[in-house]
């Protein structure tokens, strides 16, 4: 009898009434085991050293040791331990989560308040329990296999690896849609990509509050200047504008230029903002004069939009499997054959540099 084994699961925070509320939340779930429950950074430190959890729910601001302190630590001593980021929804709790996203930390969850639902059956239970499965590799082989798509016929592009072998248009604007682990991942195409000429506009999962301080990590992190997308602002050339948490960005044309219409419509895919949304306005826009990037994430938002540009003949370039925290989103369309590369993180900005010139 084959006998799955549990995802193992540290919980670090200073109040001891958190974390006991987060180990009944998570342990209502079968597939999943709390290994150690300690109160700062050192302790965590111990516990990845000695029981190497499968993940870890870090908290940021702790005695004796602080959870951005910790981090390196722990990787050190872990490296294949998944850290979630446990923070407040503060321009503080921001700031410090997305530096540790950028040391390794692959998401973060915003702690819940005191009058949000957090029982059996409600988004926060589902969200996190599903998170801490999918990084703990209970979905892994579905994450490597082809994931479930729409079975309805689409164009078909040659194998990625082969290249691009389509004529493409010149693109006149970069989309990038990325989720889980994606911050690091965006850091690591903009300081290979250095700066570009084209407008570039990014759907990255997050909560609001944290996606202005990605986008000022972003401008630390290259050579371009990034900002969090506003309602009516012109799109320039040069710069990177990041859809804001909670919102969905799209664009439209006012006297020839593109500008950025932000939007609280439903969420689509679950998620809002959502790639889809981002993609499917830019492709009425510009059609095939578009180079699209899928990084790392969670389920299949981007999939649909992808699907339309490349219909219109426009370019997709997905992250691959070995170097994604997540091979949901990028799988996605890898699995529905309309990549026209399909590379590893560290190659994406080089080759987005060589294809907008």
């Known amino acids: 009898m084959n006998i799955q084994k549990k995802i193992t699961v540290a919980l670090v925070d200073d109040s001891s009434v958190i974390r006991g509320a987060l180990a009944r939340i998570i342990e209502t779930d079968p597939n999943i085991e709390i290994v150690a429950s300690v109160a700062h950074g050192e302790m965590a430190v111990s516990i990845a050293r000695s029981k190497k959890p499968d993940v870890m729910i870090l908290d940021i601001e702790m005695p004796i040791m602080d959870g951005l302190t910790a981090l390196p630590q722990i990787l050190k001593n872990s490296p294949k331990t998944k850290v979630i980021m446990f923070s407040a929804l503060t321009a503080k709790g921001a700031e410090i989560t997305i530096k540790a996203m950028a ?46 798509i729409s079975t309805r016929p689409i164009p078909r592009t040659p194998p990625a690896q082969k290249g691009l072998s389509r004529p493409f248009a010149q693109p006149e604007i970069i989309a990038i849609g990325s989720s889980t682990g994606g911050p690091q991942a965006l850091f690591n195409v903009f300081k290979n990509m250095g700066a570009v000429k084209l407008p570039v506009v990014i759907t990255q999962h997050m909560p609001a509050t944290f996606t202005k301080i990605l986008a000022e990590h972003i401008t630390q992190h290259s050579d371009m200047y990034a900002q969090e997308g506003e309602d009516g602002m012109p799109v320039e ?10 919102k969905h960005m799209a664009f439209t044309k006012q006297s020839g230029k593109l500008t ?70 990028p799988g996605a369309v890898a699995a529905d054959g309309i990549c026209d590369k399909i590379l590893p993180i560290n190659d994406i900005g080089k080759v987005v540099k060589t294809i907008v010139g």
């Not at 040391?103 to 801490?132: M, N, W």
């Not at 993609?279 to 699907?307: F, H, K, P, W």
């Not at 370039?317 to 989103?329: F, H, L, N, P, Y």
């Open 103 to 148: 040391l390794g930390a692959v998401e973060c969850i915003v702690k819940p308040g005191s009058t949000q639902d957090t029982g059996p059956g409600s988004d926060f239970h589902r969200y996190i329990t599903g998170l801490i499965k999918t990084l703990g590799g209970v979905h892994a082989h579905a994450q490597r296999a082809a994931p479930k």
């Open 237 to 246: 050339g040069g710069k990177v504008y990041v859809a804001p948490g909670g």
């Open 260 to 329: 950025i219409k932000i939007s609280d419509a439903p969420p689509e895919n679950f998620c809002k903002p959502s790639v889809d949304v981002m993609m499917r306005s830019l492709t009425e826009l510009y059609q095939n004069r578009i180079l699209c990037v899928i990084l790392t994430g969670m389920g299949q938002d981007g999939l649909i939009g992808a699907r339309g540009l490349h219909e219109k003949g426009g370019r997709i370039i997905a992250q691959d499997k070995e170097t994604s925290v997540v091979w949901g989103m």
